[in-house]
């Protein structure tokens, strides 16, 4: 039996004659914290959604949670929670509302998401404000219950898409402390970040630009490999040496014609 959790292979979409994601290839681990990194635009959150089953590879393929994203997606889907950059919470609903929604999508009956409950209130730190409009919560407070009701069926891969943005500093290192929690417990986490500062609680990273990887490693590999301090000062190092290439063989071209 596989030991990954996710691995990609070839995973190319296009819309039309634009590449948003160009034949990507990597493996995450179970239990593996994985970040993934890139500008707006790099084609982060277009990989995410192919790998929840959301939207059709145009080449190539992955397997997530030993299912086949392009022919098995509802099977992908019973395995996988998924957190977008917006929390995905209905304002207009209670706490109680929202994850008892939540456990409904997942297909959960209602003894399960009674037994569910009591533990999502206390990771998101909302026992007692059970019946608050979800509106009235603070950012983090809402940021730990999307999470908690992603987390409803107990899946073994979870995706976090921009999960932090929009929240203070505490609330960020309190739900980095979460996802911790989550990894200990065996659950593989898949984040998108544009905090360079976090992708250092990563256990890996892979860095992607206009819908090609072009670095990978741990943060302490990336940093020694290239003899920088930070990953700021690496993803700059990167990006601009990607840049460069790019001009160059601009360059070349337009000569050759």
């Not at 090609?212 to 920088?228: F, N, T, V, Y």
């Amino acid at each position: 039996m596989s030991g990954y959790s996710i691995e990609v292979s070839g995973l190319t979409k296009k819309f039309g004659d634009f590449t948003a994601v160009n034949s990507v290839s990597f493996r995450v681990a179970k239990g593996e914290i994985f970040g993934f990194l890139g500008a707006n635009g790099a084609g982060k959150s277009t990989t995410i959604r192919m790998l929840c089953g959301l939207l059709n590879p145009t080449a190539g393929g992955a397997i997530v949670g030993g299912f086949s994203v392009g022919t098995q997606p509802e099977k992908v889907k019973e395995r996988i929670g998924y957190m977008s950059q917006k929390f995905s919470l209905y304002e207009d609903l209670t706490v109680i509302e929202n994850i008892r929604f939540f456990g409904g999508i997942y297909g959960l009956g209602r003894s399960r998401v009674k037994t569910r409950l009591p533990w999502i209130l206390e990771m998101a730190g909302l026992e007692g404000r059970e019946h608050s409009l979800t509106r009235e919560l603070a950012g983090g407070w809402k940021q730990r219950l999307a999470l908690g009701c992603a987390l409803l069926h107990e899946p073994e891969i979870v995706f976090l898409d921009e999960p932090t943005g929009g929240v203070d500093p505490v609330s960020r290192r309190r739900f980095w402390d979460l996802i911790y929690d989550l990894s200990v417990g065996g659950v593989t986490v898949f984040v998108t970040t544009h905090y360079l500062d976090e992708a250092e609680y990563c256990h890996r990273i892979m860095l992607m630009h206009a819908g090609e990887i072009i670095a990978g490693g741990s943060p302490r590999e990336l940093k020694d490999k290239h003899g920088l301090m930070t990953l700021e000062d690496v993803f700059i190092h990167l990006i601009e040496e990607r840049v460069q290439d790019e001009r160059t063989r601009g360059g070349t071209n337009e000569g050759g014609r």
